[in-house]
């Protein structure tokens, strides 16, 4: 089934930067004018979270309150890829990062809603 693949992940010192990118698994995998495409993280013994969005058709972008100003997501549509800009790393953003789709782009926020999950990209931040 196609998915999007997340790379970039790895060791990152507190307060410095690491990016991320997410691109689909194979052609089958498209990305429609109304999607929105997230990234979530999830910690140890802990749920999946929202990280941060954007929408396809006007590139909108959302984040939680817990990486806004540090993190920025920004997609090439030409090839189908999300990127997730990371800076200012601190110790709680240690964590798998996944990226996937969701076709109602009014549900940004819920998990549940989202598609298409890859493996993951390991992130941890050593201080």
């Known amino acids: 089934q196609a998915h999007m693949v997340e790379s970039g992940g790895g060791l990152g010192q507190t307060g410095g930067s690491l990016s991320l990118a997410c691109t689909p698994s194979?052609?089958?995998?498209?990305?429609?004018?109304?999607?929105?495409m997230g990234w979530f993280r999830q910690a140890p013994g802990k749920e999946r979270e929202f990280v941060a969005g954007?929408?396809?058709?006007?590139?909108?972008?959302y984040y939680s309150d817990s990486v806004k100003g540090r993190f920025t997501i920004s997609r090439v549509a030409a090839e189908n890829a999300v990127y997730l800009e990371m800076n200012d790393l601190k110790a709680e953003d240690t964590g798998i990062y996944y990226c996937?789709?969701?076709?109602?782009?009014?549900?940004?926020?819920?998990?549940?809603?989202?598609?298409?999950w890859g493996q993951g990209t390991q992130v941890t931040v050593y201080s």
């Open positions: 996937a789709r969701n076709s109602d782009a009014y549900t940004w926020r819920d998990v549940s809603k989202y598609a298409g």
């Open positions: 194979g052609p089958s995998f498209v990305i429609y004018a109304n999607d929105v």
């Open positions: 954007i929408t396809w058709r006007n590139n909108k972008k």
